[in-house]
């Protein structure tokens, strides 16, 4: 990150095109992890642990929503993920009905960001369903309801369907504020509207005046009204005017330090923008600033981002692991019933023959009937280590599938080195000679993303395979791990970086060490593992 800002200040310099005010101080991932910490998140923090210590889950509750959406706001995507999921278990627990549809309407913020428009709907309405219960008996009004509204309507207006959006806007504004703000969020949604319906006059005339009243109650939202703006002029082709906007968003996102996950969007937009006005290095280093935070914020090799390919659906585990002590107990209950059968039977043998015998058929019926029962969650269980099967293959193919990307980006890489170890044999320059170690530094990052992402699918692999071939070495294991993947020769060799004959070596010495005979199956043998 640090070579490409050097890089993005240089050209800067060599421009002539472009100005200092066409490049102010950008927004980094180093600059949102070192405003991530402060004394306020930290206070939050130590408050909800002395509650949940006390077990005061009440306070406890609306406190974690809270930092959720501060953690959000900050673009810790993680941690708000596991706020929002830890208040919705706890909320499920004590029946506290409105603090679960908040947290409903959070998780659906989350994954709209992730593009996972069905689990944000389903969030959505959720917590909808739950207000719109909870007005009906009394227990909230409907100025509750405001918001859920009003999330329905950002998530139609992404999907496109503007008469849904609207809607949900009208039911927004049906729901009366004494605030004199009441509807400001509203009409700039309605604005944003507008600018997909091509109506640029209208959107216009309907933003511009309220950022007098967006400075005095929300100055944050600035970000988004700042963005707004933007798109509408970039839509009207006035491109000097979006660049003033965009710039505007940035600097409001770096002053409040919220509404972060907007920053890469106005990035690129603001890339295009600066290209149409022919200013090639603003353009470049706004790209180069925006992609690196679009890959840190949402991709899945970002180390904040290593929750999404856990499976850690933390809600779903709680349900599943209260569903095991349920069956658990279950079946104790059934042994013992079982045992208390047995002796009223050698009671009722010992008094009367005849009720004994009619004792010692009912027990086999009852037997025969337990029998069933733990047949049967036998049989569940072992449907749910298939389904876990399932979810582990799904796991490897994708898995597999980003290895693939890898091997793709390492070969485009390694053409582009040889081309500038090249260059560099021809013009001895620094620059390409710091370059091409930075490409053999991302080769390196490339396995080790790979190799973490490989253990967290496969969790005991590695542990298996030591135990039972102690002998194997560490470049053996990796040969294993692509084995199990079901890499060619060629593939495997592309990754690790040798010749397709040594990797073909690498197989046959592994065949080996595992001391199998020539018609066994190398993949097979792995799998059993």
């Known amino acids: 990150m640090i070579f490409l800002l050097a890089i993005g200040c240089r050209s800067a310099q060599s421009s002539s095109s472009t100005t200092a005010s066409d490049l102010p101080l950008l927004i980094t991932p180093i600059f949102i ?26 306070q406890a509750i609306p406190a974690l929503n809270k930092l959720a959406m ?21 909320a499920e627990q004590v029946g506290d009905k409105r603090t679960q549809a908040d947290s409903y309407n959070g998780l659906g913020i989350l994954y709209s960001l992730y593009e996972r428009r069905d689990a ?36 139609f207006r992404y999907q496109n369907e503007v008469s849904l959006a609207n809607a949900y806007l009208d039911s927004c504004e049906s729901i009366p504020l004494k605030s004199p703000y009441a509807n400001t969020l509203v009409k700039a949604e309605r604005a944003y509207l507008l600018i997909q319906s091509h109506h640029y006059p209208e959107a216009e005339a309907l933003l511009l005046p309220l950022q007098a009243e967006l400075t005095d109650f929300l100055p944050s939202y600035l970000v988004i009204y700042h963005s707004l703006l933007g798109d509408l002029y970039v839509a009207w082709e006035a491109f000097a005017k979006a660049q003033t906007h965009y710039q505007l968003a940035l600097n409001s996102a770096k002053t409040h330090l919220a509404h972060l996950n907007f920053v890469p969007d106005t990035y690129f937009k603001l890339s295009k923008v600066m290209t149409v ?56 209950q059934l042994e013992q019933e079982e045992y208390i059968w047995i002796l009223k039977t050698v009671v009722l043998v010992v008094t009367l023959v005849l009720v004994g015998f009619a004792a010692i058929v009912w027990t086999r019926k009852i037997r025969r009937k337990h029998k069933l029962e733990r047949t049967a969650l036998h049989l569940r269980q072992q449907q749910e280590q298939e389904k876990n099967q399932a979810i582990l293959e799904v796991k490897n193919k994708e898995l597999t599938n980003t290895t693939l990307q890898i091997i793709a980006k390492d070969e485009l890489l390694s053409e582009v080195k040889t081309q500038l170890t090249t260059l560099q044999k021809e013009g001895h320059s620094p620059e390409i000679r710091k370059l091409i170690q930075t490409i053999q530094l991302n080769k390196d990052q490339s396995w080790l993303a790979f190799e973490k992402q490989f253990a967290a699918v496969n ?71």
């Open 33 to 58: 992890q070192s405003q991530m910490g402060d004394s306020t998140t930290t206070q939050q923090e130590n408050q909800i642990r002395e509650w949940l210590k006390k077990g005061d889950t009440l």
């Open 459 to 529: 969790n005991d692999f590695f542990d298996k395979l030591r135990a039972q071939f102690p002998e194997l070495k560490p470049y053996d294991h990796k040969i294993c791990a692509l084995i199990k993947l079901d890499f060619s020769g060629k593939e495997m060799a592309q990754l690790l970086g040798i010749s397709a004959e040594s990797a073909n070596t690498s197989r046959y010495r592994l065949r080996k060490r595992l001391g199998l005979e020539k018609g066994d199956n190398l993949k097979e043998f792995i799998d059993k593992v």
């Open 120 to 155: 944000a709907l389903d969030s959505y309405l959720q917590s909808l369903t739950i207000n719109k219960r909870l007005l009906a008996t009394g227990e909230i009004d409907s100025l509750k309801l405001r918001d859920n509204y009003f999330a329905l309507a950002i998530h």
């Open 277 to 332: 006005l022919q200013k090639p290095t603003a353009a470049n280093t706004y790209m180069q600033t925006a992609y690196a935070l679009d890959q840190w914020l949402y991709s899945a090799k970002s180390p904040n981002n290593h929750f999404l390919l856990e499976i850690k659906d933390k809600y779903r585990e709680e349900q599943e692991r209260q569903a095991q002590i349920i069956q658990e107990q279950r079946l104790r």
């Open 70 to 90: 501060r953690y959000s706001n900050r673009v810790d995507y993680s941690q708000a993920y596991d706020c929002y999921w830890q208040a919705l278990l706890l």
